[in-house]
């Protein structure tokens, strides 16, 4: 599974559905996919949760399939924490393993610690990681990750305003919520080489999203990156992989709202 013979991309955090997206209209993103035989959605592509956000996220969710078709793109989609049905696989290795995607929430073991409903039920949840116990694979590892993502979900659906314009205030309750979003953005990296030095210590890059904090980090001779969110507040970035070449692409909007890949931020050799 290395999507030889084509451009492949990864793109995460669309949210589809979720007030706060940027992605209102679907058909902005078609130069995002423009020219691409493949493109893996690295999890919460679309909201499963709370009604009527699950309700747009179905909607658009059948849209983007829609849009793939229109360009020739196969589209491949990895389970979020916010999308946990839209696909059976969490993980996927390309390049025979040297790439390791997923989206990120098996890196916590709280998979979301900033998440309001964990600030409140944090006991709860501890109590069921510890019952879990030991995890040695990645497949345990997303078995937990779904148990916590369950026992975290919210009781009613947040609100968050016209167009989501609540969104950034909602970070800021409960009032240890913005210290975990900081606290996870310092300390991501490093977590990200804790979850892949145990779980996948062979790969040489690894893709992920979850946090909606863009970077790319080389640590210990592995490439390290975080593809953001599309979400208000945060950037997206894309990466592309072409014959012996993973680009990592910034997205700039167009006057009509289009999101467009821009120039390669950053460009690594990744021999077949
Ligand atoms: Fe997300």
Not at 71 to 81: A, D, E, I, Q, Y
Not at 207 to 234: D, K, P, Q, W
Not at 243 to 259: A, K, L, S, Y
């Amino acid at each position: 599974m290395n999507g030889a013979g084509g451009v492949v991309r990864i793109l995460s955090d669309l949210h589809l559905g979720h007030p706060a997206t940027q992605v209102r209209e679907v058909a902005w993103l078609a130069p995002l996919l423009e020219g691409a035989a493949e493109v893996w959605f690295n999890g919460d592509t679309f909201e499963e949760h709370g009604a009527a956000s699950a309700e747009r996220g179905r909607m658009q969710y059948q849209e983007l399939l829609a849009l793939c078709d229109a360009h020739g793109v196969r589209p491949r989609f990895l389970t979020g924490n916010h999308d946990p049905g839209i696909a059976a696989e969490g993980w996927v290795e390309l390049r025979s393993g040297r790439i390791f995607v997923s989206h990120g929430d098996m890196i916590l073991a709280e998979v979301a610690p900033w998440k309001p409903e964990f600030l409140e039920r944090r006991g709860a949840v501890w109590r069921l990681i510890r019952e879990v116990g030991e995890v040695e694979s990645l497949e345990r590892l997303w078995g937990r990750a779904r148990l916590v993502e369950a026992a975290t979900l919210p009781d009613v659906e947040p609100k968050m305003g016209v167009g989501g314009r609540g969104y950034l205030w909602s970070a800021f309750w409960p009032p240890l919520r913005p210290f975990h979003i900081l606290h996870g953005w310092a300390t991501m990296f490093r977590e990200a080489e804790r979850f892949v030095e145990r779980y996948r210590p062979g790969c040489e890059v690894f893709l992920f999203g979850h946090f909606h904090r863009a970077g790319v980090r080389e640590r210990g001779g592995r490439i390290y990156c975080n593809t953001g969110a599309f979400m208000r507040s945060a950037t997206p970035l894309m990466v592309e992989l072409e014959g012996e070449w993973m680009r990592v692409r910034g997205v700039h909007r167009d006057r009509n709202g289009n999101f467009c890949p821009t120039h390669a931020v950053e460009s690594f050799r990744i021999p077949s």
